[in-house]
């Protein structure tokens, strides 16, 4: 017969559940909790089922490491082959020796105890607790590792505290475990006298049996219940170990999952962080813009009240506006009557000067083309002491002049003239009597005006006057460009050209140019009454005061020189021309006027004269005046009556 039990196939070495996946701590919990049985029983259960599981949890480390679902292994290893030595010794040479000394006594075997059977039959279930031990209950799930490590460990630490390993034989508290160490203790006691049974009877009441050595069919029973019920365990186990097979998985699968979730959670965290940075920069700008926000409310009501008064201010400027439209309206209305009372005004006036033009040349031909002045001048500062010739003022146009002929004796001799001015006369009062000719020049008219005198007599004086007491042509022509803005109004408009002449020893010189040219004096083509001088420079002025830059510029270049009558006295015959082109555009009228102011040169009496030769042209000069005088009358009568002789 053989006693040796049969040794458990199939049985897998637990896997190592410490992989390089996991931490160290969890290295840690995984080696406390499935490299030890102590974890292994108490995840199936253990912790309350105590006996055996004791026994299993109180081994050594280095035995606990070996395999979990042998526990007749773990048997022979703690009894080593000693005990089993001892057990074959007294299943063979011993024992028989020991049967044949002893007798066979009347042993009762004890039956199985039904609990014991019960669980036999049923299995052992890991999860149950001991008190419904006897249920059907299977591991199907394993329970989490960290819960099942710590609840192990707790449990184990308990139960060791609440129940020491060596255990009362014949508690009733675990059948399986009652049934082990009775067996070891047996097996013990059964070296020295004979093998003892332990059984539970259906009361609770232990019952201990002795089967002798040599009843070796008790023994069989005996050893075969334990077998059974070692073998459930086993088979118990195996089931455990096959279930928790697949945890190494799960764990992986859970620390992949965990990392994963670390991943994720570092990554919300990142994302936390700079959404929380985006809320306090947001919550910044909040802020600034609710400032923002609180000026531009501040600024918007102020803003408010000015509209409101701009606007009042603009209706009652918009009112005003109403007002003034109507009124334009109406002045529209008036300028329009008052325009075509205008354009018929300026038509009466147009027509009202150009009869007044035909009344005033018509007066100055009453008057005469030819008018003659006679002025005296005052005796002169170193004339006071001089003996001077008597004249008497008769009347404003006779003069008379007294003189002693070469008897001594006094002769009178009287002058008529168009006008005598006395020495009193102002310069206003020459002006005021030729001032008429200026506006005849401006109706188109051709004037000279010219001054005749011996040297000294005061021709220059008269003329152009002093620049405290400005003369004729000054004068001439600052009421020229008056007048120029007065027809302007009536529709004209003006061009003013000048030339200033002199003629020195019959010779032409062009007083606005230092250049030697060859100037003569010729007849227009087309009208031969009118004469001009060649290659003379011709200004166009505009203004009065260009007018009379330009006349200081000609009396420079006019040649002076001292006489016995005059410190400075002019040698040459000087003629200014002004020629006025009006043109009125509505009526496509023109007009063209001369004026022609000379200051002749002084004559001198050859006696007294230092220049003979400047004296003679001097006076062959104007040994022509009364000719020319004569020519012009004739001309006048013939034209007037017709008659040539
Ligand atoms: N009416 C006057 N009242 C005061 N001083 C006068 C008057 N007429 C002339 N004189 C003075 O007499 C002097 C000579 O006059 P002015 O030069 O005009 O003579 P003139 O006839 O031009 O001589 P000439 O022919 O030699 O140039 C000047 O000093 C001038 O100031």
């Not at 965990?258 to 994720?264: D, I, P, S, V, W």
């Not at 010189?509 to 031969?528: C, F, G, P, T, V």
């Amino acid at each position: 017969m053989d006693s040796r039990l049969p040794k458990p196939s199939g049985i897998k070495r637990p896997t190592t559940l410490t992989k390089n996946i996991l931490p160290m701590d969890r290295i840690k919990t995984a080696t406390l909790g499935f490299g030890s049985k102590t974890a292994s029983v108490s995840m199936c259960g253990m912790d309350i089922l105590p006996p055996l599981a004791r026994d299993l949890t109180n081994l050594p480390n280095s035995f606990r490491r070996e395999r979990a679902g042998s526990p007749d292994i773990h048997r022979s290893s703690v009894t080593t082959g000693a005990n089993r030595t001892k057990l074959r010794r007294s299943r063979s040479a011993c024992d028989i020796r020991d049967i044949r000394a002893m007798k066979r006594p009347d042993i009762s075997i004890a039956p199985i105890p039904a609990k014991t059977m019960r669980l036999v039959n049923s299995g052992v279930s890991n999860n149950a607790p001991a008190s419904s031990f006897g249920t059907n209950s299977t591991v199907s799930k394993p329970p989490r590792i960290g819960n099942v490590v710590a609840s192990s460990t707790a449990a184990v630490k308990k139960q060791l505290t609440r129940n020491p390993i060596v255990t009362k034989v014949g508690s009733s508290t675990s059948l399986r475990s009652g049934t082990a160490n009775t067996a070891t203790t047996t097996v013990r006691k059964g070296t020295s006298s004979t093998a003892t049974s332990i059984s539970t009877t259906g009361a609770g009441k232990t019952i201990n049996k002795r089967i002798p050595p040599y009843d070796y069919k008790a023994r069989f029973n005996d050893l075969s219940e334990k077998h059974q019920v070692l073998k459930a365990k086993y088979e118990e186990k195996c089931e455990q170990m096959s279930s928790l097979e697949g945890l190494p998985e799960q764990l992986e699968e859970s620390q992949d999952q965990l990392f994963k979730t670390k991943e994720e959670l570092k990554t919300v965290n990142i994302e936390r962080d700079c959404l929380n940075q985006q809320v306090k920069s947001l919550n910044l700008k909040i802020d600034s813009l609710s400032a923002a926000l609180v000026k531009t409310k501040e600024e918007l009501t102020k803003l408010t009240e000015n509209y409101k008064i701009v606007k009042e201010a603009h209706d009652i400027f918009h009112n005003e506006v109403q007002d003034l439209r109507a009124q334009t309206s109406y002045l529209t209305d008036e300028n329009n009557i008052l325009k075509e009372d205008l354009t018929a005004c300026k038509e009466q006036l147009f027509r009202a000067n150009m009869e007044r033009k035909e009344l005033h040349n018509t007066i100055m031909d009453l008057r005469g083309n030819i008018r003659v002045f006679c002025r005296v001048r005052p005796p002169l500062d170193f004339e006071q002491d001089k003996m001077l010739c008597g004249w008497n003022y008769l009347d404003e146009s006779t003069v008379e002049i007294q003189s002693f002929d070469n008897r001594n004796k006094c002769v009178a001799h009287t002058f008529s003239f168009d006008h005598v001015f006395h020495p009193n006369s102002k310069q206003e009062d020459i002006f005021e009597m030729v001032s008429p000719l200026i506006q005849s020049a401006l109706d188109g008219y051709n004037i000279c005006i010219f001054a005749y005198g011996q040297t000294g007599s005061g021709k220059t004086f008269t003329m152009d006057g002093i620049p405290t007491n400005v003369g004729v042509i000054p004068r001439t022509v600052d009421l020229l460009f008056d007048s120029i803005k007065n027809y302007k109004r009536l529709g004209w408009e003006y061009e003013i050209r000048v030339t200033f002449l002199e003629i020195y020893n019959e010779v032409l010189y062009d007083l606005l140019s230092n250049e030697q040219k060859d100037m003569e004096i010729r007849m227009a083509k087309h009208n031969k009454n009118d004469i001009y001088v060649s290659n003379i420079t011709q200004e166009s002025v505009t203004s009065a005061s260009r007018l009379r830059e330009l006349m200081s510029m000609a009396k420079m270049n006019r040649a002076t020189a001292s006489t016995a009558g005059n410190e400075r006295s002019s040698r040459s015959h000087a003629v200014t021309k002004i020629e006025l082109i009006g043109t009125h555009a509505e009526k496509n009228e023109t007009s063209l006027g001369t004026i022609n102011l000379v200051d002749l040169a002084g004559s001198e009496s050859p006696k007294t004269s230092t220049r003979m030769n400047e004296t003679k042209n001097i006076n062959r000069s104007f040994l022509s005046l009364p000719m020319l005088f004569w020519r012009y009358y004739r001309n006048r009568i013939i034209s007037h009556t017709g008659i040539q002789s």
